[in-house]
Each structure stands twice: as C-alpha cells, then as structure tokens.
C-alpha cells in the first residue's frame, strides 16, 4: 500500500528590505534599532580582514553571529515582527522585488538601485 501525498505551495509573504550601503549604514541602524560597529582583522572569514563597517542587528533567534551583523552589500529585512540579515546571493535567490503599481515582480538580482 502506497501513501497518498499532497502538494502544497507556500504562501508569499511581504516584506520590507533595504540593501546596507556605505551612504546609508546609519540610517539602516536607526530603522532596525541596531547599532554600527567596526570589525577588527581576520572577524569575519568572507570578507577582506580589518576595519569593516557593519550594523548589529537585533534578530530574533540568530543561528549564528554572522546573522546578526549586516555589511554594506547586505540586505536588512523586516518581516512580522522582527529583522533578517540576507546576503546579497540569498536575498536574490529568495525575494523577487514587487512593482507596488503594477504588482509585477522583478527578480531581486535585477533591482537596480538610486
């Protein structure tokens, strides 16, 4: 006897993201209630060693330090009640960006932004 399954499509969600730059780091802190700190050398083994600038965000349940720290290029999400941090790669592979007039969705690699 075989079992019978079900398929089932996980329902979007809404999000609010803002990539970090190194114009508007501060500003990213302030929203998320986070605060910007600088790394000393050889702190974090993806990027190049010394003096990076990241923002220390309050996540709920972080898996590891690396998800709490956002570097310029990163993403900062809010989504519910609390903030993600996203790598560039995973944010485009997870999140399509949502024209707000239209309602069509643009990959998030694709976003160019001003």
């Not at 990539?19 to 190049?48: D, H, L, M, R, Y």
């Not at 309050?58 to 310029?72: C, D, G, I, S, Y």
């Not at 519910?80 to 790669?89: D, E, L, Q």
């Amino acid at each position: 006897m075989s079992i019978q399954t079900t398929k089932f499509v996980r329902k979007p969600f809404v999000i609010e993201a803002v990539e970090v730059t190194a114009e508007n780091i501060e500003q990213v802190a302030k929203w998320c209630s986070g605060e910007v700190f600088t790394t000393g050398p050889k702190t974090v083994p993806e990027a190049e060693p010394g003096n990076l600038k990241y923002v220390k965000v309050k996540v709920q349940h972080p898996l590891n330090e690396r998800q709490t720290r956002a570097f310029v290029r990163d993403w900062v999400l809010k989504a519910g009640s609390g903030f993600k941090v996203y790598t560039p790669k995973a944010f485009a592979n997870s999140f399509e960006r949502v024209d707000e007039n239209t309602n069509e969705k643009t990959p998030a690699e694709r976003v160019e932004l001003v």
